[in-house]
């Protein structure tokens, strides 16, 4: 394709305006992808509400109403409008802990992402940028973390440092870590010999500067992507290592944790152990839907598509 052609191709160039921004260009990728969009909107509404759950929420969590066991939800038989949702086996008002359940798991996400991130990608910028026996070194622990599995790798973790939200923290963000250092490191690779880097290098940049102004910048598209599906796998993961009693202990109204207290009554109260399920599959799509939306965004391969 010509040169002509190509702008003839491009209205926005046929008609000399001006190229769009860095957003607008992101914006203009990331919402032709559909459930990109609504990924994102659904997202936008669980964090407002847990943002706003002391005002959202119709009651407090933890608040026992002993008249109201076991409450269906309002369009089924025995329902109450005080509570939309219905109630648990000691009258918790289910909808108001899913929303301040919201709170904890976006929390964890958050955390354990930010220390996934910060953890991997120093690890795999040295390993990336030195090469040699560091990267060899690195790299083989990363492959003995990646051989386990990493659900049953997080639960031995939290056995050995103990039962809680803070060690099912730091136990999936250990888990998480080798795949931000293999990206990493690949990237750096990549960058490393281009000619940039080179010029910096004979301008008399350091090695510090070189590695966190120079080439890490560059490799930050595929890793924000990354983090966004380490977003949702950390959500599950703890929602698992809660229903295994291994995560957020009781009365924390966590969504894992609040499955494991409604197994017993799966069979009569289907509403205590569905709703919690639902909160989890349908933030965790909606974070995927949205990671697919970055990849659209920021991968140059797809743009040229």
């Known amino acids: ?31 032709r992808n559909k459930g990109a969009v609504i990924g994102l909107v659904i997202f936008l509404i669980i964090l407002f509400v847990a943002i706003f759950a002391p005002f959202v929420a119709p009651h407090s969590p933890s608040v026992q109403n002993r008249d109201m066991l076991l409450v269906p939800p309002v369009w089924q038989a025995g329902g109450n409008w005080g509570h939309i949702l219905g109630t ?5 008002d289910i909808l ?14 958050l955390v354990v992402v930010t220390l996934s991130v910060i953890s991997g990608v120093l690890i795999g910028l040295v390993a ?16 003995i973390i990646l051989a386990f599995p990493s659900l ?9 440092l103990g039962p809680g939200l803070l060690n099912a923290m730091i136990a999936i963000s250990l888990v998480n870590q080798p795949h931000f250092v293999r990206l990493t490191r690949a990237a750096v690779m990549t960058e490393r010999t281009k000619d940039y880097v080179v010029g910096s290098k004979v ?33 599950l993961d703890a929602a698992a290592l809660g229903f ?40 965790v799509l909606a974070i995927n839907l949205m990671g697919d939306g970055l990849r659209d965004a920021l991968d140059p391969k797809l743009k040229r598509s």
């Open 152 to 160: 049953l790798l997080a639960l031995v973790l939290v056995a050995v």
């Open 244 to 283: 295994l009693g291994m995560g957020a202990q009781p009365p924390t109204p966590e969504w894992g944790t609040m499955l494991a207290e409604a197994r017993e009554f799966i069979q009569r109260a289907w509403w205590v152990v569905t709703f919690p399920g639902l909160a989890i599959l349908i933030t």
């Open 88 to 92: 648990d086996a000691v009258g918790r």
């Open 96 to 109: 108001s802990r899913l929303i301040y359940g919201a709170r904890f798991s976006l929390f964890i996400g």
């Open 128 to 143: 990336g940028y030195f090469r040699g026996r560091v990267d060899t070194f690195i790299m083989r622990i990363m492959d």
């Open 203 to 235: 301008a008399g940049a350091g090695t510090l500067r070189l590695m966190f102004l120079t080439i890490l910048p560059n490799c930050l598209a595929p890793l924000i992507v990354q983090a966004t599906l380490a977003f949702s796998a950390a959500i």
């Open 1 to 31: 394709m010509t040169v002509i052609e190509s702008k003839a191709a491009d209205p926005k160039l046929a008609e000399g305006k001006a190229p769009p921004s860095g957003l607008s260009e992101f914006w203009f990728y990331f919402s």
